[in-house]
DNA sequence: CACAAGCGTTAGTATTGACTTACAGTTAGC
DNA sequence: GCTAACTGTAAGTCAATACTAACGCTTGTG
């Protein structure tokens, strides 16, 4: 039940981008919000989200926050997908074998 | 950029509990509203959303509408899910090579 | 032709949530 | 110790949206 949160982390459209700036690579918060349209507690919520979603994770460097990719909430989102793909396909060969058996 | 909608859609539980229900097979408005804590017009908006997004198409059938799951919408997620994976891949590697020249 | 079944749409409401501003806490440098 | 740099948090505001109730449209049935 984990892809829960990363969906609704990744729906908004700022977060996303917040998310996508680190798959350049580690960055530190003001980093960051310097490369986007909002203030800087607000790129601080959203990779508060992303933390809790398992989206993101982060070490503390000094002063500074370093936030990085955090592999398990893709992987939860991942898992889902798979999961759905594969049981939806199932229902629809049994559709089929349904409309088989008829003829 | 279709992945945009996509996840929109699908951060609203009861919307993806709708369409996690079309993963049976195809079912009409009123099968899935009468499952559904919410009513049938709420179930009927939720498959509008979907349906922009790629994610269900419908079929008229008589008086009722059948509704089934659209590859399109799973496939454009899975699309950035891998594409973004391999960028946060090269980017990690890359982060690694930096810390080899190092040394 | 009238009636009922099944849906989509609209208007209106209440709740969620994204954002800014101001503040408090932690760490490096003089 | 004192200042500056960097960040998380709290309170408040405003826009987005999920929901219900009421209505109108289309299709099958007597």
Redesign the interface.
């Known amino acids: 039940m984990a892809y ?1 949160a990363a ?2 982390a ?2 908004d ?1 700022t977060r ?1 981008r917040v998310f ?1 700036e ?5 960055r530190s918060v003001g980093k960051i919000a310097a490369r986007m349209p909002v203030s800087r507690p607000a790129v601080s919520q959203h990779l508060g989200v992303l933390k809790k979603a398992g989206l993101v994770a982060d070490r503390a460097e000094g002063t500074r926050r370093v936030y990085c ?1 955090d592999p398990n909430g ?1 992987a939860a ?2 898992t889902w ?1 798979d999961q ?2 594969d ?2 396909l199932a ?2 060969q ?2 089929l074998e349904k409309k088989d058996s008829h003829a």
């Open positions: 829960q969906f609704l990744l729906a459209p996303r996508e680190l798959r350049r690579g580690p990719i893709l989102i991942r997908l759905f793909w049981e939806a229902a629809f049994a559709e």
